[in-house]
């Protein structure tokens, strides 16, 4: 799924959700579903790609955008304001 079409797909579970003809949670699980297909069907510039944290601890299920296996990983130490090193998990493309 492209940005434009995720985009696309968002703004209509708003507009179900503003008409009255979805509730919070089912907007909110639409929007997920979205987010997630996105992510997964990701094809980035200039080697960009998807990248996820399995193992254990908060970093598990972590999906980023990086170039890399090691620029995931600094980047999900980041987002849990952790040392790279410190991490308990394999940085897998998604």
């Not at 999906?63 to 308990?88: K, T, Y």
């Amino acid at each position: 799924m492209d940005r434009i079409s995720a985009l696309r797909n968002v703004e209509e579970a708003l507009r179900d959700f503003e008409s009255g003809e979805s509730d919070l949670a089912a907007t909110e699980q639409r929007v997920t579903t979205v987010l997630r297909t996105y992510a997964t069907d990701f094809e980035g510039e200039a080697g960009l790609r998807a990248y996820q944290a399995i193992g254990d601890g908060r970093a598990h299920g972590l999906v980023v955008v990086a170039e890399s296996d090691a620029e995931a990983r600094e980047r999900i130490a980041d987002l849990l304001d952790e040392n790279p090193s410190d991490l308990d998990v394999n940085i897998s493309p998604v």
